[in-house]
């Protein structure tokens, strides 16, 4: 199935039943009175959140969705039938922006979630509702108003504990594969993993978690430069990252400095994920002698004396159930320290409030910038 994290769609909801205007005919009753139904209330739209969805990409081929407009009321104050409203299964990590006014509607991030986003028109009343003691035979009924229409962007993010960064061929999805049951593509040239994968860990500790392998990221990542911004939209939905750097890269460049130049354009994307739990991950040990790999660790553990460092190699087994342990004792913290602290969670609420606005600032420049690249393609082809 093809992946796609990002897709317009227009929603429109039902317009609301018009009222009836009607009095009492019929035998004995000559001049009964009013008897005008009300309408029907339009249809609304949801998004629902869908756990057997991994991608956006059946709604590319159905970007028009329309809620079934209300019935009209009836005479012998009969009410309308209400349109039916219209549910929109979409995977779990779907934001929701208003692509009008750039507003963020909602998240789905659970089963059976439902995200109103287009409230059904209101329905008119019928003549019999205006019935008082000094007006007996009223004339006045009303129309039922429009539906609401809207152009929804939706942004897919991967929800996962865990994230995986780095470079192109760092070993991400390696990893990934050795320590659950994914099986995503591995293959030693850059941008293998194409779309983000996601494997449930289960260490011998119990406490199960979701990793996600982020497509590998380069220098100008945050401009855009090999689908960067896409990439990294999918690290706003983990609680903590894993920087993985090879030990001896091909090109002959220094780790550190690969490392330092990435996490410059995860800074440049959005600071707040400069604020997540960051492990480094020294990988791919097996190639060099232990002496050497250990020299670069201590290298490491000097330059970031606050973080947690661990040196791995996937093939040979090296440092996996260290780095498991670590991960899922982190990762638990954090779940506890959410529940538990008021502060805590409003401060996370805030974080996460003010990551989705980054991202969306990143989202509309990547529409500018093809835009532009469309209309000066246009320009060049035109004699």
């Known amino acids: 199935m ?6 317009s769609i227009t929603v429109c909801s039902g317009r609301g039943g018009d009222g009836c205007m009607s009095f009492l005919r019929r035998a004995n009753f000559a001049k009964g009175g009013p008897d005008g139904g009300n309408g029907g209330h339009g249809g609304s739209v949801y998004l629902v959140g869908d756990s057997s969805l991994t991608t956006l990409v059946d709604l590319q081929y159905q970007p028009i969705q329309k809620a079934g407009n209300g019935r009209p009321g009836g005479s012998a104050n009969k009410r309308g039938a209400q349109g039916f409203s219209l549910e929109i299964c979409v995977p779990f ?14 998240d789905v991030t659970h089963e059976n979630q439902r995200v109103k986003v287009a409230e059904g028109g209101s329905p008119g009343r019928g003549n019999a509702s205006f019935k008082t003691s000094t007006n007996r035979a009223p004339r006045e009924f009303t129309t039922g108003t429009s539906g609401v229409r809207r152009i929804l962007r939706l942004q897919l993010k991967v929800v996962a504990d865990v994230g995986l960064l780095g470079l192109p061929n760092a070993g991400k999805t390696t990893l990934l594969s050795r320590i659950s049951a994914a099986h995503p593509k591995i293959a030693d040239y850059p941008f293998t993993t194409l779309r983000p994968h996601l494997g449930v860990v289960r260490p011998q500790s119990d406490n199960s978690f979701v990793v996600a392998d982020i497509p590998g990221l380069i220098r100008g990542a945050s401009e855009g430069l090999g689908l960067g911004t896409r990439f990294l939209r999918h690290l706003s939905r983990t609680c903590m990252l894993v920087h993985l750097i090879e030990v001896n890269p091909p090109d002959g460049s220094d ?15 959005s600071t707040i994920l400069t604020t997540f739990p960051i492990v480094i991950v020294l990988s791919k040990v097996d190639l060099l002698p232990k002496s050497e790999w250990t020299s670069k660790v201590n290298a490491l553990k000097q330059r970031f004396p606050d973080r947690q460092i661990h040196a791995i190699s996937a093939v040979s087994n090296i440092g996996i159930e260290q780095l498991l342990t670590e991960l899922s004792t982190t990762v638990q913290n954090l779940r506890n320290g959410s529940t538990e602290d008021l502060d805590s969670e409003l401060e996370e609420r805030d974080r996460r409030a003010q990551l989705a606005k980054d991202v969306l600032v990143h989202s509309m420049k990547d529409r500018t910038r093809i835009q532009a690249k469309d209309d000066s393609e246009l320009r060049n082809s035109c004699p």
């Open 255 to 269: 780790p550190i400095q690969n490392l330092l130049d990435i996490e410059q354009e995860l800074a440049r994307y």
């Open 2 to 7: 093809k992946f796609l994290d990002e897709v």
């Open 93 to 106: 990590g779907t934001t929701i922006v208003d692509d009008e006014t750039l507003s963020v509607l909602g």
